[in-house]
């Protein structure tokens, strides 16, 4: 990726896009295939810190954009298990790795920071 066009991102970001992209997971998109979308963004997260990047910025944001593109498909679970209103995002989604791993909230997230 071009350095000058790279932009680092700090923290879990939604778009106006995404409602698209939570509907299209909802309606075209099986159970199977959304677990499956959730495992390789997991599996993702999980080595982010064993790939090289040229500074700290870079793999923070590099682990936001995995993080953001997680929410698509825990929204759209979330909306199918309550019932939800697509438009309304209440919260964020943290995969369990995250959750778990004191460690990795301290390196790349202030959300999980304790």
């Not at 992209?21 to 064993?50: F, M, N, P, W």
């Not at 995995?66 to 939800?84: C, G, K, P």
């Amino acid at each position: 990726m071009d350095d000058q066009n790279h932009n680092n991102l700090v923290n879990i970001a939604w778009s106006n896009i995404d409602f698209v992209l939570v509907g299209y997971a909802i309606e075209c998109l099986t159970q199977e295939q959304r677990d499956q979308e959730i495992i390789k963004i997991q599996i993702s997260l999980q080595y982010v810190g064993q790939r090289w990047f040229k500074d700290k910025s870079q793999i923070v944001s590099d682990w936001h954009r995995l993080l953001s593109r997680l929410q698509v498909f825990y929204r759209a679970n979330e909306i199918l298990q309550s019932n939800d209103d697509w438009l309304e995002v209440n919260r964020l989604y943290f995969p369990n790795i995250a959750l778990h791993d004191h460690f990795i909230g301290r390196k790349y997230d202030s959300y999980l920071r304790v």
